[in-house]
């Protein structure tokens, strides 16, 4: 029986090394395609190169560059954000067009903030629903869907619209779970603002899901079917945690500490509510619907760590 074969551009971080270990159990040949780090070619995510040859024959192409957003929004570093999405989409739809035999998928990252800022009792918004508007975020989820769009690439394509997702080793959530014992586990703000999100298993299941499903195409939502307000998530860390102090969280602080951080309070403060409503048609099944059993079981194994680990590559949630 032949192997499949996945190529991994960009895997370098928390959702990369998880989708490898994950693909490595269903036996698939892995190629790693970055621009530091680890990585079995090297890429400068700009022009083609030696690591155009890789994609001849793949099964699977996941790309997940992208710089991180955990940072101000400069202009040099909404430029940098940007121009990192964009960029290395193109040159990739160029590679795979180029390909006597293609990829037979491509899955390339996209974002759930590319959704608007919904308030209150208004729908999740689906694939179809969501309109996006024009904060930098939903600006720069709209660039990098065109660009995606625009490949004339033979492959199957899905632009993955991935939610925050919940991981003991990476991610948002070691950081969380952190702020949470030192009494941070107050409501964010208003705490109304809702959290659409996904364990990482659930996350590698379901990209290995999109792997097989030749029938789904374009943005597809990766994110459990249960959105909660900011303040029952905060409230869930503190019922497994039980700090000494629950500290409040007003946005004033909120603005102090992200300037400090060096980050943007939109990373907490803008309501994502989004619905996986394509996953959920073509028969994909949650082993984590609901938030509670989510943080219930990543915090019965979660290693708290600093709250900023400097020698964990940031990358886009």
């Known amino acids: 029986m032949t192997q499949l074969k996945l190529v991994l551009i960009g895997g370098n971080g928390f959702l990369g090394r998880h989708l490898v270990a994950h693909f490595r159990g269903l036996g698939y040949q892995i190629v790693s395609i970055s621009r530091t780090g680890p990585g079995d070619v090297r890429w400068n995510a700009r022009t083609p190169g030696p690591w155009v040859q890789e994609l001849e024959g793949a099964d699977l192409l996941v790309n997940l560059a992208g710089r991180s957003v955990d940072c101000r929004y400069t202009a040099a570093n909404r430029r940098a954000i940007l121009a990192s999405r964009t960029e290395s989409t193109r040159v990739l739809g160029a590679a795979v067009a180029a390909c006597a035999r293609p990829p037979r998928v491509w ?7 590319i959704c608007p800022d919904t308030q209150g009792a208004a729908p999740a918004n689906t694939e179809v629903s969501a309109t996006p508007g024009t904060s930098f975020s939903e600006e720069v989820g709209l660039a990098w869907e065109a660009a995606f769009a625009a490949s004339p690439a033979p492959a199957t394509k899905v632009a993955l619209r991935t939610a925050i997702v919940l991981g003991r080793d990476g991610g948002a959530f070691p950081v969380m779970a952190r702020l949470a014992r030192l009494g941070l586990c107050s409501p964010q703000g208003t705490g109304q603002q809702w959290i659409s999100w996904l364990h990482i298993q659930d996350f590698c299941r379901a990209v290995a899901f999109l792997a097989q499903a030749d029938s789904l195409s374009g943005p597809v939502n990766l994110c ?5 307000r900011n303040g ?12 000494l102090l629950r500290l409040p969280q007003p946005r004033w602080l909120l603005e102090i500490g992200a300037f400090a951080l060096r980050t943007e309070t939109e990373l907490i403060l803008k309501s994502r509510k989004v619905y996986p409503e394509q996953l959920l048609a073509a028969g994909f099944q949650f082993e984590y619907e ?3 059993a989510a943080v219930g079981e990543l915090l019965r194994k979660t290693q708290i760590q600093p ?7 940031k990358r886009l949630a």
């Open 307 to 313: 709250i900023y680990d400097h020698n964990e590559p």
């Open 224 to 228: 459990a079917p249960h959105p909660l």
């Open 232 to 243: 029952e998530f905060n409230a869930l860390l503190a019922r497994e945690l039980r700090p």
């Open 107 to 113: 899955l390339n990252a996209s974002t759930a903030t």
């Open 290 to 292: 609901r938030c509670e």
